[in-house]
């Protein structure tokens, strides 16, 4: 049957906006996207269509290198100066009442309270996307959230509906490596990167353009848990990532991102191998390096989270004077969407930037009138412009106000994707490659889970077809892990994946981790007897390491230490699993160990401990625990006994024990 409108017009095209030439600027007569994109932002009330889940704070923003040569943005002239601003962290896929570590990419969304006006950078931890056009959107959500006739599953892609659009999108095949990436279950909103996605435009004072990525990278380096990690994690705390920045907040170890921009020409932007207005691809930091502007922190918790977490809202259509847009045609597309989907949740009105939480910092007048939610009370008789009734009614400013860059386009009205955009595996090649070997088996794994709960053996096909254009070998490993067999069939493409890119050790989490233990939180497993003073000694180091320290004790009330006295317990042990921590110690006496070791919750603590290649630090008499559970000696168990535990720490804060994973998960 016909692909038709909501007035039963056939559709001709819907896989691209209509736009001036192969890659000028969508135009606002193609009735065909604005019905489907309007309808879909219109689907649910009140909670947020994609990202719904999520948590922010306040900060600021603060300039540490000018960069007034490109653009002329207020907030970027005088260094040292500090922008208020409102960031939140989210997970594109669950509803709101869903959990923190489903595999999926996280929202990362700043609003920065400039004096010229708000300027919003709706970003995600993962700098490139999945579709190239914006029309594809609401095909790509439909497919993603749960399917329509079950109502399943709850935050995951694990299932027909999405792998068979993806199968049939082969732009997406990129960002379908970054999502099989352990990126997409990060360890904590503070231990991740946040990018623009687009490539936007900065203006400097002479009106000369320059093009722009938008880049925030943690001060505590990135971190990410393990697949069975996260699955347990969900159980065991929903809110994980939520309560880790809450409390790092409220602890005054206050996150911070550094804030970088790539910055490039006309001349770098034809050379460059790829187009920089398709938002499936990126430009590698070995070919273009991320120049610094200044750094987010993030130092006060919202007082309400009804008021400000979930009324706050980021539109990309929020800039101020000196940053500006390009023909990207999914950037093109989100100026639309956004602003209508805004419109619709926050109470179906225009005056929602009436909000405390989403009104400027500046002064705000002009002639909008009226409508629900209207908090503010106009006064005088003149709302329009222009007028002469009154002397000192508002004006418009040439000078210093917003101007378009004006850009020149030409060309035919056409629904078609340019031929720059038409190469889809190169990139997803490259990203691979440029992962550790540990890495590489990870995404193996993903791609293996999620195709093993796809019901429709063609659509496995399909995806292992796509998987076969980026490298027979990847194809392969998945196909063999599904038992598909060793014969896939190639889907067609127009171009073959290129061999000759270069590595990009940037895209790698482990091949750049920072040795810390600064934001990470240790747990502490004690009982009855456990020396009182070597846990004080203990909690000592590690504080000074800039982790958090944890006791988990088997009774909530704590444990009678060695000395007589209670050592207070941060989590009974049912309800504080080692999944919660970056790396444990086991501090128990022979006669704890051996009153632990017959209870599957102790046997499970030091089990899931190992098989997640932390670190565990150990006192000799927790030993008939640690064999109960299977616990096989590597550099990663380390003794604390009779001294301050640096050896444990300075291990813990290498991260995790790789090495021992092929143990623990056989390699396929």
Partial sequence: PNLTTNQGLVIADDENQLTVGSKGPVLLEDFIYREKINHFDHERIPERVVHARGSAAHGYFELTHSLSDICKADLFQRVGERTPVFTRFSIVGPNRGGSDLYRDVRGFAVKHYTKEGNWDVAGNNIPVFFIQDAMKFPDLIHAQKQEPNSGFPQGQTAHNNFWDFVSLTPESTNMLMWIMSDRTIPRSYTMMEGFGVHTFRLVNASGKSTYVKFHWRPKLGLQSVIWDEAVKINGADPDYHRKDLWNSIAAGKFPEWGFYVQAFDEDFAKKFDFDV????????????????????????????????????????????????????????????????????????????????????????????????????????????????????????????????????????????????????????????????????????????????????????????????????????????????????????????????????????????????????????????????????????????????????????????????????????????????????????????????????????????????????????????????????????????????????????????????????????
């Fill in 277 to 668: 207005l398709d938002a499936t691809k990126l430009i590698p930091e070995e070919i273009l390096p991320l120049r610094p502007v200044g750094r987010m922190v993030l130092d006060r918790n919202p007082d309400n989270f009804f008021a400000e977490t979930e009324q706050v809202a980021y539109c990309p259509t929020h800039v101020v004077p000196g940053i500006d847009f390009t023909n990207d045609p999914l950037l093109q597309g989100r100026l639309f969407s956004y602003l209508d989907t805004q419109i619709t949740r926050l109470g179906g009105g225009p005056n929602f930037a009436q909000l405390p939480i989403n009104a400027p910092r500046c002064p705000m007048r002009n002639f909008q009138r009226d409508g629900r939610m209207q908090m503010m009370i106009p006064k005088g008789s003149v709302n329009y412009s222009p007028s002469s009734l009154v002397s000192d009614t508002e004006r418009e400013n040439p000078k210093a106000g917003f101007n378009t860059f004006p850009s020149h386009d030409e060309g035919d009205k056409l629904r078609i994707r340019p031929e720059s955009f038409g190469d889809h595996y190169s990139q997803a090649r490259q990203f691979f490659y440029s992962q550790t070997e540990t890495e590489q088996n990870h995404i193996i794994y993903a791609f293996t889970f999620e195709l093993s709960k796809v019901m429709a053996k063609p659509v496995r096909n399909r995806v292992l077809g796509q998987l076969n254009n980026v490298d027979p070998k990847i194809a392969q490993r998945v196909a063999a892990n599904l038992g598909s067999g060793s014969m896939i069939d190639r889907v067609s493409t127009k171009v073959p994946a290129r061999t000759n890119l270069k590595l990009s050790p940037a895209l790698s989490i482990i091949g750049k981790a920072k040795p810390t233990l600064e934001g990470r939180m240790v747990g502490c497993l004690v009982d009855d007897g456990t020396n009182t003073q070597m846990i004080s000694s203990l909690k000592a180091a590690t504080l000074k390491t800039g982790a958090m320290f944890k006791v988990i004790a088997p009774k909530v009330e704590g444990a009678k230490g060695s000395d007589g006295q209670v050592i207070d317990a941060d989590f009974q042990l049912a309800g504080g699993p080692s999944v919660l921590f970056d790396a444990v110690i086991l501090a128990l006496t022979p006669e704890a160990a051996q009153r632990l070791a017959p209870q599957p919750v102790a046997v499970a603590f030091v089990s899931d401990a190992f098989s997640h290649l932390k670190v565990i630090g150990y006192t000799p008499g927790a030993m008939a625990l640690i064999q109960k559970a299977g616990v096989v000696p590597d550099a990663g168990i380390v003794e604390v006994s009779g001294g301050m535990g640096d050896a444990f720490l300075a291990q813990a804060a290498k991260g995790r024990i790789w090495a021992r994973e092929p143990q623990v998960r056989p390699v396929a």
